[in-house]
C-alpha cells in the first residue's frame, strides 16, 4: 500500500493526559499537513511541513499542540494535557510541492473523556 | 480572506441520474486551485477532481465533471449516472498559495436506489 497512513485510528483517553498520533506520507511526498475535523464540520488546517521544516501554523494550534517531522519523512503530533474540546479526527494529507494534490490518509479519531 | 461556501447541507438522486453539489468561493489571489473531496462514513478524504484557477476547460474525471464559473466564482461537482457508492459527504476545497486547503461545510449525498 503507497498511501497515507496513520496510526493509531482510533484513540480514547482522559482527560489532561498526553497523545501522540503518527502519520507516514507517500513516500516521494515532500509535503506534509494536519488537519482536524469536528463533526459536522469540513476540515481546519492545523500545520505543514516541507522535508522537515514546519513553514506555517494554524492560531487553532494553541501551545498544547505540537507537531514535528525529524527527518523529513514521517510526522508525529502531539496533544498535551488533553481536553473535551480535543475531540475531533485528526487527518494527515502529503503531497509533492507542484502539483500540489493533497491525499488524505484515514485519519485518527480521538475521544477525550 | 479566502473563504468556501457549500449551501446545500443534504442532497437527495435517484440512481443512475445526474446531480449538482454547489460551491462558491471567495479570493482576492488571482492563482488558486479548486478540489473536490469525497469523505465516505469510513472518514477518509478521497481525492476527486482538480481545478486551476487559469484553467481554460472544465476538469473532468471519468462521472465527475467541475462547472467551473470564474466570473461568478462557483466551482460546482457534477456526478453523472449516479451509483449507491456514491452516497457520502462531498466537500469542496481552496488551496490558498501553496499549501493549505481551506474546506466548505460539505454536502451530504444520498443516493436511492
Known amino acids: 500500500d503507497t498511501g497515507v497512513s496513520q496510526n493509531p485510528r482510533h484513540k480514547i483517553t482522559k482527560r489532561g493526559q498526553n497523545v501522540t498520533f503518527r502519520c507516514d506520507p507517500i513516500s516521494e511526498h515532500n509535503r506534509l499537513y494536519w488537519y482536524r475535523q469536528t463533526l459536522g464540520q469540513g476540515p481546519e488546517f492545523l500545520t505543514y511541513f516541507q522535508n522537515e521544516a514546519q513553514l506555517e501554523k494554524s492560531r487553532l494550534l494553541s501551545d498544547r499542540f505540537s507537531a514535528e517531522r525529524p527527518k523529513g519523512s514521517f510526522s508525529t503530533l502531539e496533544i498535551q494535557r488533553t481536553e473535551q474540546g480535543d475531540s475531533a479526527m485528526y487527518l494527515c494529507?502529503?503531497?509533492?510541492?507542484?502539483?500540489?494534490?493533497?491525499?488524505f490518509g484515514p485519519g485518527t479519531r480521538l475521544t477525550v473523556l | 480572506a479566502q473563504k468556501i461556501t457549500q449551501t446545500q447541507p443534504g442532497m437527495f438522486v435517484q440512481e443512475k441520474e445526474a446531480v449538482t453539489l454547489d460551491c462558491t468561493y471567495d479570493?482576492?489571489?488571482?492563482?488558486?486551485?479548486l478540489f473536490w473531496y469525497k469523505q465516505p462514513s469510513s472518514g477518509e478524504m478521497i481525492f476527486l477532481i482538480y481545478?486551476?484557477?487559469?484553467?481554460?476547460q472544465n476538469a473532468t474525471e471519468g462521472r465527475y465533471s467541475l462547472n467551473f464559473q470564474k466570473a461568478r466564482k462557483s466551482a460546482n461537482l457534477v456526478i453523472s449516472a449516479s451509483q449507491l457508492g456514491d452516497s457520502a459527504m462531498y466537500f469542496c476545497?481552496?488551496?490558498?498559495?501553496?499549501?493549505?486547503?481551506?474546506f466548505g461545510q460539505g454536502t451530504e449525498l444520498s443516493v436511492k436506489p
Open positions: 476545497a481552496m488551496r490558498e498559495g501553496e499549501g493549505k486547503l481551506i
Open positions: 479570493t482576492s489571489d488571482p492563482s488558486y486551485g
Open positions: 481545478q486551476g484557477s487559469y484553467d481554460q
Open positions: 494529507a502529503s503531497s509533492l510541492v507542484s502539483p500540489g494534490d493533497q491525499f
